[in-house]
């Protein structure tokens, strides 16, 4: 797969990436099982970029994620947007509630 520089900082990823939105159960039901079969087959097709975000099951989706990345050699680059959750906006915007 042909490779792009993603932003200023130059991150060599696929021009091909994965949303994973889904992972989170937000619009039907995903097993655990399946968002891993689901990640681990992007990775055989050379997917070298995940974005996710932080609503996604309330974090469902980054947590599979970091699960699968903790089993796998592969070298992932991994976006997630943050903010959109009502507990945060606008006041919470900090480091403290970013981690």
């Given at each position: 797969m042909r490779k792009r520089d993603l932003g200023k900082h130059a991150f060599r990823v696929g021009e091909v990436g994965l949303g994973c939105w889904q992972f989170?159960?937000?619009f039907g039901e995903m097993s655990e099982q399946q968002a891993l079969a689901i990640l681990a087959t992007a990775v055989e097709t050379c997917v070298s970029f995940f974005d996710t975000a932080d609503?996604?099951?309330?974090?469902?989706?980054?947590?599979?994620?970091?699960?699968?990345?903790?089993?796998s050699p592969a070298d992932i680059t991994v976006a997630t947007k943050y903010g959109r959750g009502g507990d945060v906006f606008p006041e919470n915007y900090t480091e403290a509630s970013l981690r």
């Open positions: 989170g159960g937000d609503v996604y099951g309330d974090g469902r989706s980054e947590a599979l994620i970091g699960q699968f990345l903790k089993h």
